[in-house]
């Protein structure tokens, strides 16, 4: 999910659909990885996290998949909805930092 | 469910003026941050605050800002004698914990500063 300046890479699905989102994080030596949901307007709202001991954790409609040999990250939504439409970023940390590093950022846009 | 909440929503002022965005985080949350994002452009960590001190801050934010937790619920940013590209959203957030670990942060709903 690389983008460069306006131009957000855009992912659009049929409702009902699974949605699969990407993202190369740039940091080999970070602990922990989160995925949020940007809406228009809004703040970013916290999907599903992940620690680094770990390649894959579910939440309700949503995995993320870890591959740290190739900095990987993805996010699986299940029977993708409308209100699913939205901007999704991953963010990455370390745990000697306060700071998330954000990725680029991915549109859903889920058709009718 | 808590929230973060910033205010004002939108702020518009003139080049070289001094604003002050405000923010106030969930009640029992330690960590306090802000962050920015320019239109269409990544979220960028600007600052942390713990314990009434800066924890870290990016190569952003520099002399121009400045946060303070003046009382016991709000946190503030102040920019001193705004640029053009200092126009963007700006959000507060909090975590329980450091950074997040385990829980997120949560962030508010954003001021976006336009500088005219």
């Known amino acids: 999910g690389e983008s460069v300046g306006l131009h957000l890479p855009t992912l659009s699905v049929q409702e009902g659909d699974n949605s699969i989102i990407n993202c190369a994080y740039s940091?080999?030596?970070?602990?922990?990885f989160i995925w949020y949901k940007q809406e228009s307007g809004k703040g970013p709202q916290f999907i599903i996290d992940?620690?680094?001991?770990?390649d894959k954790r579910q939440g309700q409609r949503v995995t993320v998949l870890l591959n740290k040999t190739v900095k990987h990250l993805s996010l699986q939504i299940a029977a993708t909805q409308p209100g699913d439409s939205a901007v999704y970023f991953c963010a990455e940390r370390m745990d000697s930092s306060y700071k998330l590093i954000f990725g680029s950022g991915t549109r859903l846009l889920v058709r009718p | 469910e808590p929230e973060v909440t910033q205010t004002p929503s939108h702020q518009v002022t003139q080049m070289g003026q001094e604003v002050i965005l405000r923010c106030v985080p969930i009640s029992n949350h330690l960590y306090f941050y802000w962050y920015r994002q320019i239109l269409g452009q990544k979220v960028e960590f600007l600052v942390s605050?713990?314990?009434?001190?800066?924890?870290?801050k990016s190569e952003i934010f520099d002399d121009q800002f400045s946060v303070e937790r003046p009382d016991g619920s709000n946190f503030t940013l102040k920019i001193r004698s705004t640029k053009l590209e200092d126009s963007a959203m700006y959000f507060c957030a909090s975590s329980e914990e450091k950074a997040g670990s385990n829980y997120g942060y949560t962030f508010g709903s954003g001021t976006r500063l336009t500088v005219v």
């Open positions: 992940i620690r680094s001991n770990m």
């Open positions: 605050f713990y314990n009434n001190e800066i924890s870290e």
């Open positions: 940091n080999s030596a970070s602990d922990y």
